[in-house]
């Protein structure tokens, strides 16, 4: 098997924009994933919701084109382009059969570089967004998931979610004015990275990428230093009331305090993969296939990129009438996991587990651009990828047992639950 | 076609090949193989599709097929938690990707493993297609696991209404019913029943296996033989569904009131058989109406902020079907307003028809959809999944072709044909206002 690093063609011709070409066996298709800075974290102390307007009007005018011409030149290629925003980036994803590939380059860079924003279909635009938070309403595990993270995290961090009406608000107030202000402080060069799999040939692409962007100007968007810490974990819980629902969510978790630099995370992100990583972890062994509990259980470590301190949570679905006795079985796992550790044999299935998902994940060119670029994101080069089953297999059971002890309390886990209760 | 000399392999029959796919036939037992390397990735894609799924239930054992597959996990044979040989534990932890699903017309297990792993998922699939535990104390907490996947449905308006609309536009024929089934029958169908119905349809000469991906073909077919051959055929013939949906005299409606936020307009004509030539053509429709921001209903509806998302729903199946148009409204917008928006677009195509650009766009959507369905071992099983169970793979490899003989006559001919008001079913979903 050949590795990344030997297989993928980087490329940074175009001061600001690094690309990385994979090319596969597959015929005839191409996967562009890319990013830039520019995602909600940059609209601090403003409109939270900007960035994700601004990624989600790329696709309704240019200054060239309306929103129809610009559909009609991908649809009649049976071509995508896709545009949203997330904490720190505007991401972009783009398929196409290889022979449409200009075509698709030179709309994005059209669609990136000079939006219309026009005021009519901003309107609409919010109109939608805003009656897909609303039916979020409805949305058990989601309500749990935004009540979790505001008891876990203060205001200004960046694990910290607004409310519902708080999110419908935002949107709703922001102008036109708004989105040309955030396009023209973070769009541009300076941090941006694209990956590109299936049929394509590293020089066509950064030649038409070099063409599409050589006049675009540099920007100098950074993540900024991240100082806001989660708030101290505490014990309690919370019951979020919502009617004629028949089955309900449950997070159960805390925050962590590290992010993915620190030397315990891989330790601890091994530990609690086997707690509820997966189907033969420990909660879908005993609380779903064992003791019949609910549907979905799992257990995972999030928001530790670009420094941030991140936290530690344990999802499931139950039935309201056995939420009290799941809550009990998933709190037994959790005490067990925690007082006695993990032991040897658990680890080292795991490091099997990830070695091989590894290889699996390279069965699609989405799956593959997706990798690449979400690894370019973090600033790491692509070697990382190659070392990442050696960086597992080197991790010992003492370091995730001490890991696992060092950042989880049971004594101060933090319980929402959502739904008819 | 005669089988050429790379097409021998022991123990088998070469039926044909289509698109680089081979078929072959365990002469042993009558087990449909499909073959496919490809060595753009170091892995493999091995699937297991049984022809039998919800559409072999009836009252009393509705949500049996999905059921039964739940319990196919929990052991067999050789793979089993007293031999620390458990499916999901073998699997998983070399990296594999392993799952199963249950629909209308079959059910499918399928893993995704590093390619020399691939004997590992060919044995537990051969070992439970005939050695499955299905013990009643293992029924017993895996009715409760699938009972909260049915009230997590049920959780969802979209789910509830769907269910609601198929139920009332079949209403003799199994479509009838959801997958999932119906609650009282998912709690109360005994294990004896779920062994009978696991005895009738989990044999070789039901099943269609698919290897797909980075292996020797001759060693591939030789380990399927291996393993598989050991079962024989049904000693019974695999019983036929033989219920047709009694002709539909006249529209119907129904309506689901719950607590919500946004209503639901979902409305529903019966389609024809998925391997009848009509299917085309009512496929190139669906995107001409609402895949696309060019597309009709996205210009009506989308754009002029009367609903957030359009979803068509299209699928083929074995029996007749359904061409089902849902609008997901924006709060405070009348559910008449674009039932009737959707109704006038079909009558403006019944009247004037499709144009040729539009045809030509919905082709080449197509086109790369297609394309896209070869990217990755799981891609192409999992489409060539979808054939098997309404009755021919090749459907997957010949779609294309297909779909570029469905002309702008054609296109009108069949929403014609089909978009009728007597053959309709429209469902609402009404939000009602919490209690306080």
């Known amino acids: 098997m050949g590795t990344f690093s030997d297989q993928v063609i980087i490329n940074e011709e175009i001061k600001g924009v690094k690309t990385y070409v994979m090319p596969t066996g597959v015929k005839d298709v191409v996967t562009i994933s890319g990013s830039m800075l520019g995602g909600s974290i940059h609209c601090a102390g403003k409109n939270s919701k900007v960035s994700s307007l601004v990624a989600s009007m790329l696709d309704k005018g240019?200054?060239?084109?309306?929103?129809?011409?610009?559909?009609?030149?991908?649809?009649?290629?049976?071509?995508?382009?896709?545009?949203?925003?997330?904490r720190y980036h505007t991401h972009f994803t783009g398929f196409c059969l290889k022979n449409?590939?200009?075509?698709?380059?030179?709309?994005?860079?059209?669609?990136?570089?000079?939006?219309?924003?026009?005021?009519?279909?901003?309107s609409t635009l919010q109109g939608r967004i805003s009656g897909n938070l609303i039916r979020d309403k409805e949305n058990t595990k989601k309500l749990a998931m935004i009540q979790f993270l505001r008891t876990l995290f203060p205001r200004n961090h960046p694990n910290y979610q607004a409310t519902i009406d708080e999110s419908v608000e935002s949107v709703k107030k922001a102008s036109v004015k708004d989105l040309f202000a955030f396009h023209k402080e973070h769009y541009g060069l300076g941090s941006i990275k694209i990956a590109a799999a299936g049929d394509v040939k590293a020089e066509a692409l950064n030649g038409l990428l070099l063409e599409a962007m050589k006049d675009w100007k540099n920007k100098k968007t950074n993540i900024p230093k991240i100082t806001e810490k989660a708030i101290k974990p505490k014990k309690g819980s919370q019951t979020i009331k919502v009617q004629d629902k028949t089955s309900a969510d449950l997070?159960?978790?805390?925050?962590?305090?590290?992010?993915?630099?620190?030397?315990?995370?891989?330790?601890?992100?091994?530990?609690?993969?086997?707690?509820?990583?997966?189907?033969?972890?420990?909660?879908?062994?005993?609380?779903?296939?064992?003791?019949?509990?609910?549907?979905?259980?799992?257990?995972?470590?999030s928001?530790?990129?670009?420094?941030?301190?991140g936290y530690w949570s344990t999802w499931g679905t139950f039935s309201p009438d056995i939420l009290k006795k799941g809550v009990g079985a998933t709190k037994d796992q959790i005490n067990l996991w925690?007082?006695?550790?993990?032991?040897?044999?658990?680890?080292?299935?795991?490091?099997?587990?990830?070695?091989?998902?590894?290889?699996?994940?390279?069965?699609?060119?989405?799956?593959?651009?997706?990798?690449?670029?979400?690894?370019?994101?973090?600033?790491?080069?692509l070697l990382y990828l190659d070392e990442y089953p050696k960086i597992i297999d080197a991790i010992s059971l003492s370091e995730v047992n001490t890991a696992i002890k060092n950042h989880v309390d049971p004594e101060k886990l933090y319980m929402v639950s959502a739904g008819t209760l | 076609m005669c089988p050429k000399n790379n097409n021998k392999f022991t123990g088998y029959d070469f039926i044909k090949e289509s698109a680089g796919i081979e078929e072959y036939v365990l002469v042993e037992n009558s087990l449909r193989v499909l073959v496919l390397e490809d060595h753009s990735?170091?892995?493999?894609?091995?699937?297991?599709?049984?022809?039998?799924?919800?559409?072999?239930?009836?009252?009393?054992?509705?949500?049996?097929?999905?059921?039964?597959?739940?319990?196919?996990?929990?052991?067999?044979?050789?793979?089993?938690?007293?031999?620390?040989?458990?499916?999901?534990?073998?699997?998983?932890?070399?990296?594999?990707?392993?799952?199963?699903?249950?629909?209308n017309d079959r059910t499918n297990y399928f893993e995704v493993v590093p390619s020399e792993h691939l004997e590992r998922a060919i044995a537990i699939e051969a070992d439970r297609m005939r050695h499955a535990f299905l013990k009643d104390e293992d029924r017993q907490p895996e009715m409760t696991v699938v009972r909260n996947e049915f009230e997590r449905g049920e959780?969802?308006?979209?789910?509830?209404?769907?269910?609601?609309?198929?139920?009332?536009?079949?209403?003799a024929h199994p479509y009838h019913h959801s997958t999932i089934g119906w609650r009282s029958d998912i709690e109360n169908v005994s294990t004896e029943r779920l062994k009978n119905f696991y005895d009738t349809y989990y044999w070789p000469n039901n099943a269609t296996v698919t290897v797909i991906g980075d292996f020797n073909k001759k060693e591939a077919l030789a380990s399927i033989n291996k393993y598989f051959s050991e079962h024989s055929k049904s000693k019974e013939p695999i019983p036929p569904v033989y219920t047709d949906e009694p002709e539909q005299e006249g529209p119907r409606r129904i309506m689901v009131k719950r607590t919500g936020q946004?209503?639901?307009?979902?409305?529903?004509?019966?389609?024809?058989?998925?391997?009848?030539?009509?299917?085309?053509?009512?496929?190139?429709?669906?995107?001409?109406?609402?895949?696309?921001?060019?597309?009709?209903?996205?210009?009506?509806?989308?754009?002029?902020?009367?609903?957030?998302?359009?979803?068509?729903?299209?699928?083929?199946?074995?029996?007749?079907?359904?061409?089902?148009?849902?609008?997901?409204?924006?709060?405070?917008?009348?559910?008449?307003?674009?039932?009737?928006?959707?109704?006038?677009?079909?009558?403006?195509?019944?009247?004037?028809?499709?144009?040729?650009?539009?045809?030509?766009?919905?082709?080449?959507?197509?086109?790369?959809?297609?394309?896209?369905?070869r990217d990755g071992t799981y891609a192409v099983a999992s489409a060539l999944n979808e054939a098997i169970a309404i009755g021919d793979w090749t459907f997957y490899t010949n779609f294309m072709d297909n779909i570029s003989n469905a002309t702008e006559e054609k296109i009108k001919e069949v929403v014609k044909k089909y978009f009728t008001e007597d053959q309709s079913t429209t469902g609402w979903f009404i939000a009602k206002e919490p209690k306080v």
């Open chain 2, 262 to 373: 946004t209503g639901i307009v979902g409305i529903a004509h019966k389609t024809p058989k998925g391997l009848h030539e009509d299917t085309y053509a009512l496929q190139v429709l669906s995107k001409i109406l609402a895949d696309g921001k060019t597309s009709r209903l996205n210009k009506l509806i989308i754009d002029k902020g009367l609903a957030t998302s359009i979803f068509m729903y299209d699928f083929p199946f074995l029996d007749n079907g359904l061409f089902i148009t849902y609008a997901f409204l924006t709060p405070g917008i009348d559910h008449k307003e674009v039932e009737k928006i959707i109704i006038n677009e079909y009558n403006n195509i019944t009247e004037s028809g499709v144009s040729k650009e539009e045809v030509e766009r919905a082709q080449a959507q197509i086109r790369a959809t297609v394309a896209f369905s």
């Open chain 1, 251 to 301: 997070y159960i978790g805390q925050s962590i305090g590290i992010n993915r630099e620190h030397k315990d995370y891989y330790p601890l992100m091994l530990g609690v993969y086997i707690l509820g990583g997966n189907f033969s972890a420990r909660l879908m062994q005993t609380v779903r296939d064992k003791q019949g509990l609910t549907y979905g259980i799992g257990s995972s470590i």
């Open chain 1, 62 to 86: 240019t200054e060239k084109k309306n929103k129809y011409e610009i559909s009609d030149m991908l649809e009649s290629v049976g071509a995508e382009l896709n545009f949203s925003s997330t």
């Open chain 2, 41 to 103: 990735a170091p892995v493999a894609t091995f699937m297991v599709t049984y022809h039998v799924g919800s559409r072999n239930e009836a009252i009393g054992y509705t949500g049996s097929t999905h059921l039964l597959e739940h319990l196919m996990f929990k052991g067999s044979r050789n793979f089993n938690k007293d031999k620390n040989t458990a499916i999901w534990t073998e699997l998983q932890n070399i990296g594999a990707q392993i799952n199963a699903t249950t629909w």
């Open chain 1, 100 to 122: 449409n590939l200009e075509t698709v380059v030179s709309l994005l860079a059209e669609q990136l570089t000079t939006p219309r924003f026009s005021t009519e279909e901003l």
């Open chain 2, 155 to 171: 959780n969802s308006p979209f789910d509830v209404l769907d269910k609601n609309i198929w139920a009332t536009a079949y209403q």
């Open chain 1, 303 to 309: 928001g530790v990129s670009f420094g941030a301190d």
């Open chain 1, 338 to 381: 925690f007082d006695k550790g993990v032991t040897e044999e658990e680890l080292s299935a795991k490091k099997t587990t990830i070695n091989g998902s590894y290889k699996v994940s390279m069965d699609s060119t989405s799956g593959l651009t997706s990798k690449i670029l979400s690894n370019a994101e973090q600033g790491r080069d």
